[in-house]
T-cell receptor, first 118, second 115 residues
């Protein structure tokens, strides 16, 4: 089954304790992205990656890091989590950008990871 | 910077009613607009995509319209069912943001259809 898999789905942690949320897709998609969703604010893009070893900042990158060493994986790293990073996180993937521009292909989303930082 | 607004934030209707969800955006230079459905504990599912050159798209009981010049889109749900209960999100792909930045999302309308 074609899917985007995120882990963990739920996590409660404390301020300053480094954590990684993994994201893996099995569709050979080149594009991957991380979003956070907060009440009243919709989904906001954190980081995205056009391909292996190519990453760039989205709208709210502060406090996050990403890496794209393999096509299928795009982990989100919180080096020193803070309470304002408590949120619902979504990973998504899609085929190449030129296809996206035409709207021919849409994003496939993971099920989400709910993170609480105390 | 593109801003997407959805009104109302929450809506509760009895089963069988027809309903309309609204989405507005500030920058009319868009490639396309999408409506998504979000269920608790699950990711987002794309329902309908309207290209900037199109006026509407239909899928089953769903019909989405786009008025690019006024910066508005509506999602019409006919004969609503309890299974339609979910949060509906609108998202636009803006020309100026470039294809890499993907979509700008609204904050969603939480729909409850009562049996």
């Amino acid at each position: 089954e074609a899917q985007v898999t995120q882990n963990p789905r739920y996590l409660i942690t404390v301020t300053g304790k480094k954590l990684t949320v993994t994201c893996s897709q099995n569709m050979n998609h080149e594009y991957m992205s991380w979003y956070r969703q907060d009440p009243g604010l919709g989904l906001r893009q954190i980081y995205y990656s056009m391909n292996v070893e190519v990453t760039d900042k989205g709208d709210v990158p502060e406090g996050y890091k990403v890496s794209r060493k393999e096509k299928r994986n795009f982990p989100l790293i919180l080096e020193s989590p803070s309470p304002n990073q408590t949120s619902l996180y979504f990973c998504a993937s899609s085929p190449p950008g030129r296809a996206q521009r035409s709207g021919a292909n849409v994003l496939t989303f993971g099920a989400g990871s709910r993170l609480t930082v105390l | 910077k593109q801003e997407v607004t959805q009104i109302p934030a929450a809506l509760s209707v009895p089963e069988g009613e027809n309903l309309v969800l609204n989405c507005s955006f500030t920058d009319s230079a868009i490639y396309n607009l999408q409506w998504f459905r979000q269920d608790p504990g699950k990711g987002l599912t794309s329902l309908l995509l309207i290209q900037s050159s199109q006026r509407e798209q239909t899928s089953g009981r769903l019909n989405a319209s786009l008025d690019k010049s006024s910066g508005r889109s509506t999602l019409y749900i006919a004969a609503s069912q309890p299974g339609d209960s979910a949060t509906y999100l609108c998202a636009v792909k803006t020309v100026s943001s470039g294809s890499a930045r993907q979509l700008t999302f609204g904050s969603g309308t939480q729909l409850t259809v009562l049996p």
